[in-house]
């Protein structure tokens, strides 16, 4: 059984077009995050959520928007899509409270043409 | 907020040859500290972490790192490198600060092992 699990894991579209990426995590984490990798592999946080309360949001158009119903789901939806975004999203989930270990989705690979 | 700095950006060695990968951090408090590998294509992978206690920990493949508080510094070894280590290394910084985990990751090191 995958841990993190994303889906879809490769998703091609044309610029100004809506799309969403889904992730469940089955490890009993109560916390969970989107980050982005871009094309020279840097990672960056965008998102974070606890408990399905949003706890970290980094400097993020609000074009991106993070869902959570429950703490095992994390959905990221992205409106009018640009050039740009294309990267690699991941995400990873943890315990709050816990050492900080994170543990990682499979990446969906977003291309923006 | 915290930082992590990674010197080396790419890596080329023969196999057999011996590595380090240098992280440095800035944080002063007590932080939990990682190395995370990429495979090409792939998710990453914890490959050693330091909560406390002995500062020289050991990881899966073969690789160890050392924290040295004082230089804040947590390098990255392994004496003998395979042609399947080739990949991207992330150290990542996780400053406790009671305020929800966040880790935070350096820019990575790409190592090729060339046969």
């Known amino acids: 059984d995958t841990a993190v699990s994303q889906t879809p894991k490769y998703l091609v579209t044309q610029m100004g077009n809506d799309k969403s990426i889904k992730c469940e995590q089955n490890?009993?984490?109560?916390?969970m995050y989107w980050y982005k990798q871009d094309s020279k592999k840097f990672l960056k946080i965008m998102f974070s959520?606890?408990?399905?309360?949003?706890?970290i949001n980094e400097t993020v158009p609000n074009r991106f928007s993070p869902k959570s119903p429950d703490k095992a789901h994390l959905n990221l939806h992205i409106n009018s899509l640009e050039l740009g975004d294309s990267a690699v999203y991941f995400c990873?989930?943890?315990?709050?409270?816990?050492?900080?270990?994170?543990?990682f989705g499979e990446g969906s690979r977003l291309t923006v043409l | 907020a915290q930082s992590v700095s990674q010197h080396n950006h790419h890596v080329i060695l023969s196999e057999a040859a011996s590595l380090e990968l240098g992280c440095n951090y800035s944080?002063?408090?007590?932080?939990?500290l990682f190395w995370y590998v990429q495979y090409p294509g792939q998710h990453l992978q914890l490959l050693l972490k330091?909560?406390?206690?002995?500062?020289l920990v050991k990881g899966i493949k073969g690789f160890e790192a050392e924290f040295i508080k004082s230089k804040f510094s947590f390098n990255l070894r392994k004496p003998s490198v395979q042609w399947s280590d080739t990949a991207e290394y992330f150290c990542?910084?996780?400053?406790?600060?009671?305020?929800?985990?966040?880790?935070?990751f350096g820019t990575g090191t790409q190592l090729k092992v060339e046969l």
């Open positions: 990873a989930s943890n315990q709050r409270g816990g050492p900080g270990e994170l543990f």
């Open positions: 490890l009993g984490h109560d916390t």
């Open positions: 959520y606890n408990n399905k309360e949003l706890i």
């Open positions: 944080y002063g408090g007590t932080v939990n």
């Open positions: 330091y909560f406390s206690g002995d500062p």
């Open positions: 990542a910084v996780n400053a406790l600060t009671g305020g929800g985990n966040k880790l935070t």
